[in-house]
């Protein structure tokens, strides 16, 4: 990758999911929360994390509602489904294995 901060392709949704695990959080609340966790290395988009959020909640591992933010404006709040639960922990599984494959294949002789 020539920039840290993009995002390998498949992985937005685990981040998402991931960010949403702890409790509902609005879209710069997630985005502010991958960019946290991950140090800044990642940094999410409004013109990636929109699309992203209403795929998700297409596929009912998210659900939206409005509520009012900490600077009192309106914004939509996200949370985990438990279909959302059961696919984070799906992605992670694949995550992991991903993460070895490459490894593996870094690590072994030419």
Do not use: C
Request: aromatic share 8%; proline share 4%; no cysteine.
């Amino acid at each position: 990758m020539s920039d840290p901060s993009e995002i390998i392709q498949g992985t937005l949704d685990l981040l998402i999911l991931r960010a949403l695990q702890a409790g509902a959080r609005h879209g710069l609340g997630i985005s502010d929360r991958i960019a946290q966790v991950t140090h800044g290395v990642f940094v999410v988009r409004a013109g990636s994390l929109f699309p992203a959020l209403r795929r998700l909640e297409q596929r009912g591992w998210i659900v939206g509602s409005w509520g009012e933010s900490e600077n009192k404006r309106r914004a939509r709040y996200y949370r985990l489904t438990p279909p959302g639960r059961r696919q984070l922990e799906r992605e992670k599984r694949s995550w992991h294995k991903t993460v070895s494959a490459i490894n593996w294949m870094l690590e072994s002789e030419a």
